[in-house]
């Protein structure tokens, strides 16, 4: 699995597939590709590893960020070793003919969601069956590619359990301060533009001749298998909490109801979810209150309301936003506010108007991300012409691929590392006036004095001596704990609450990372 130069985490989703190939009699085994594990990208050394396996089949599961190294690995893969790989993950999903045509020795693309086709293709490979007419698998027969349209979704009620340990499942948590993230849902009811949810629906809807709608598209695990499942990763590993990554786990509340319910009873740890401002009342907030939820995460995204209704399709009103972080907070429940900044045609104003806006929300916890536009979905085609094909980043976090001028780009970098700068300027009192000189002094900078590392090195300490001097005065701010994610931020109040603030902080860094 590729993971590199981005966030630590196993994948979810092949944790699933390896199980279902597992439950069919399959033995699976996995390479998780990153820096942070000592096993950091490298061609040949993961050839021959992939080699020691003597494996009958490879399957890499990728996203755009990592695709270019994915397809030189599959292209090795085939040509060197003469084992047949299966390509999947979103961007194979949403750009199927594409991959297809861009790696001329790859075997396989897998359309959606894998534990059935995966598991089909494995079977046929294995008895000398037919490969080649397997739903939702593209396969390439002597030089041509033939298309399988996909014709459902797994049966969530029939999933087998999480093979957790193809990773090195225990490290992981504990490097990730103990949270586990496990999934309850697929699918998702909303159609924002820069998400692959708004790629997939289409396709599947397009596949099957159906309307794009939600009464085949977001599906709920039965309440009692999740908690069975959830029970069982208690009781063999180490950590803290279960991290929902679910991306509205708050929509159907009678089925929300039933599952905390058991969860309380036979799980009982702390637990962190995804979930918008529209999909809270006062019921389920107390519901996730009461029932060991520590964190609640939503996505602001914009600050601009032209931006999220008519780029992001993210019509949220600002009262509703303002009342969900509101109430979450006064129930004892920690907020997190998702944003993202540097949008195709998106001011340097409107930016801005985010971070005002989040200082007006006051979240215990906010991630920034930079926008990204990626194939196949609606925010790609807004964004045509605006990308540069010299650019790439691993995450989207670091950088951004959309055109701009020097002098945006240079503005845009500086405002996503101390974008919590930003936010601080908006407050009230010495914090606010305190951290508006230190975004003068920012954007005076040039792009010289910007690239020296002496200059961001003083500019970091300079923020942590000043942070210091307000928490010793008890005057609320944002600060990051971790310089290697400047995207996460955290309230001194947080900061202040905690007696082990070291352990804490790293312990709510992982509420922010869902993926």
Same mark, same amino acid.
């Given at each position: 699995?590729?993971?590199?130069?981005?966030?630590?985490?196993?994948?979810?989703?092949?944790?699933?597939?390896?199980?279902?190939?597992?439950?069919?009699?399959?033995?699976?085994?996995?390479?998780?590709?990153?820096?942070?594990?000592?096993?950091?990208?490298?061609?040949?050394? $993961?050839?021959?590893?992939?080699?020691?396996?003597?494996?009958?089949?490879?399957?890499?599961?990728?996203?755009?960020?990592?695709?270019?190294?994915?397809?030189?690995?599959? !292209?090795?893969?085939?040509? &060197?070793?003469?084992?047949?790989?299966?390509?999947?993950?979103?961007?194979?999903?949403?750009?199927?003919?594409?991959?297809?045509?861009?790696?001329?020795?790859?075997?396989?693309?897998?359309?959606? !969601?894998?534990?059935?086709?995966?598991?089909?293709?494995?079977?046929?490979?294995?008895?000398?069956?037919?490969?080649?007419?397997?739903?939702?698998?593209?396969?390439?027969?002597?030089?041509?590619?033939? &298309?399988?349209? @996909?014709?459902?979704?797994?049966?969530?009620?029939?999933?087998?359990?999480?093979?957790?340990?193809?990773?090195?499942?225990?490290? $992981?948590?504990?490097?990730?301060?103990?949270?586990?993230?496990?999934?309850?849902?697929?699918?998702?009811?909303?159609?924002?533009?820069?998400?692959?949810?708004?790629?997939?629906?289409?396709?599947?809807?397009?596949?099957?001749?159906?309307?794009?709608?939600?009464?085949?598209?977001?599906?709920? &695990?039965?309440?009692?298998?999740?908690?069975?499942?959830?029970?069982?990763?208690?009781?063999?590993?180490?950590?803290?909490?279960?991290?929902?990554?679910?991306?509205?786990?708050?929509?159907?509340?009678?089925?929300?109801?039933?599952?905390?319910?058991?969860?309380?009873?036979? $799980? =009982?740890?702390?637990?962190?979810?995804?979930?918008?401002?529209?999909?809270?009342?006062?019921?389920?907030?107390?519901?996730?209150?009461?029932?060991?939820?520590?964190?609640?995460?939503?996505?602001? !995204?914009?600050?601009?309301?032209?931006?999220?209704?008519?780029?992001?399709?993210?019509?949220?009103?600002?009262?509703?936003?303002?009342?969900?972080?509101?109430?979450?907070?006064?129930?004892?429940?920690?907020?997190?506010?998702?944003?993202?900044?540097?949008?195709?045609?998106?001011?340097?104003?409107?930016?801005?108007?985010?971070?005002?806006?989040?200082? =007006?929300?006051?979240?215990?916890?906010?991630?920034?991300?930079?926008?990204?536009?990626?194939?196949?979905?609606?925010?790609?085609?807004?964004?045509?012409?605006?990308?540069?094909?010299?650019?790439?980043?691993?995450?989207?976090?670091?950088?951004?691929?959309?055109?701009?001028?020097?002098? =945006?780009?240079?503005?845009?970098?500086?405002?996503?590392?101390?974008?919590?700068?930003?936010?601080?300027?908006?407050?009230?009192?010495?914090?606010?006036?305190?951290?508006?000189?230190?975004?003068?002094?920012?954007?005076?900078?040039?792009?010289?004095?910007?690239?020296?590392?002496?200059?961001?090195?003083?500019?970091?300490?300079?923020?942590?001596?000043?942070?210091? =001097?307000?928490?010793?005065?008890?005057?609320?701010?944002?600060?990051?704990?971790?310089?290697?994610?400047?995207?996460?931020? @955290?309230?001194?109040?947080?900061?202040?609450?905690?007696?082990?603030?070291?352990?804490?902080?790293?312990?709510?860094?992982?509420? @922010?990372?869902?993926?």
């Amino acid at each position: 699995m590729p993971n590199f130069d981005a966030p630590l985490g196993v994948s979810v989703g092949l944790s699933y597939v390896a199980g279902a190939l597992r439950r069919a009699g399959h033995e699976v085994a996995a390479l998780h590709i990153t820096e942070l594990l000592g096993y950091p990208w490298d061609l040949e050394r $993961v050839l021959a590893d992939v080699q020691s396996h003597a494996p009958g089949l490879v399957g890499i599961s990728t996203g755009f960020n990592h695709y270019a190294e994915m397809g030189a690995l599959a !292209e090795a893969i085939e040509t &060197r070793l003469h084992v047949p790989v299966v390509l999947g993950g979103v961007h194979p999903t949403l750009q199927s003919a594409t991959v297809m045509a861009q790696n001329p020795h790859l075997s396989y693309v897998a359309v959606g !969601e894998g534990e059935d086709k995966l598991t089909a293709l494995a079977d046929a490979l294995q008895s000398g069956g037919d490969t080649t007419s397997i739903p939702g698998l593209h396969a390439r027969v002597d030089g041509a590619v033939k &298309r399988n349209p @996909v014709r459902g979704f797994v049966d969530l009620a029939t999933l087998a359990p999480m093979a957790n340990d193809i990773w090195d499942f225990q490290r $992981v948590a504990d490097m990730r301060r103990g949270w586990v993230n496990v999934s309850s849902q697929r699918g998702c009811p909303y159609r924002c533009t820069y998400c692959h949810n708004n790629g997939e629906a289409k396709l599947y809807a397009a596949e099957r001749g159906v309307p794009d709608n939600n009464s085949w598209y977001l599906r709920y &695990r039965p309440p009692e298998a999740m908690v069975e499942e959830l029970r069982a990763i208690r009781d063999r590993w180490r950590f803290q909490a279960f991290s929902f990554i679910d991306d509205t786990f708050t929509m159907n509340p009678p089925w929300l109801e039933r599952l905390l319910a058991l969860y309380r009873r036979d $799980v =009982d740890m702390p637990f962190i979810c995804n979930t918008t401002p529209v999909d809270l009342d006062e019921g389920l907030v107390r519901l996730l209150a009461d029932s060991g939820c520590r964190v609640v995460r939503m996505g602001v !995204e914009s600050g601009s309301a032209r931006m999220r209704a008519r780029l992001l399709k993210r019509p949220f009103p600002e009262q509703r936003i303002r009342w969900a972080f509101r109430e979450t907070q006064a129930r004892g429940l920690h907020a997190l506010a998702f944003n993202m900044i540097g949008n195709v045609g998106e001011s340097q104003e409107e930016m801005v108007e985010t971070f005002r806006f989040n200082a =007006d929300l006051r979240p215990t916890m906010m991630k920034l991300a930079l926008a990204y536009p990626y194939p196949g979905t609606e925010y790609a085609d807004a964004s045509a012409g605006h990308v540069d094909p010299q650019r790439s980043t691993h995450n989207f976090i670091s950088g951004s691929v959309l055109r701009r001028s020097p002098e =945006d780009a240079l503005w845009l970098d500086k405002a996503r590392t101390f974008y919590f700068w930003h936010v601080n300027r908006f407050l009230e009192g010495e914090a606010g006036r305190a951290f508006a000189e230190r975004v003068e002094a920012l954007e005076a900078l040039s792009a010289e004095q910007w690239a020296d590392p002496a200059v961001q090195g003083a500019l970091w300490a300079s923020h942590h001596a000043l942070s210091a =001097d307000l928490q010793r005065r008890g005057a609320f701010h944002y600060t990051t704990p971790f310089l290697e994610r400047t995207d996460i931020i @955290v309230s001194s109040e947080l900061v202040a609450s905690q007696r082990e603030v070291i352990r804490r902080e790293a312990v709510e860094r992982e509420a @922010v990372e869902p993926h």
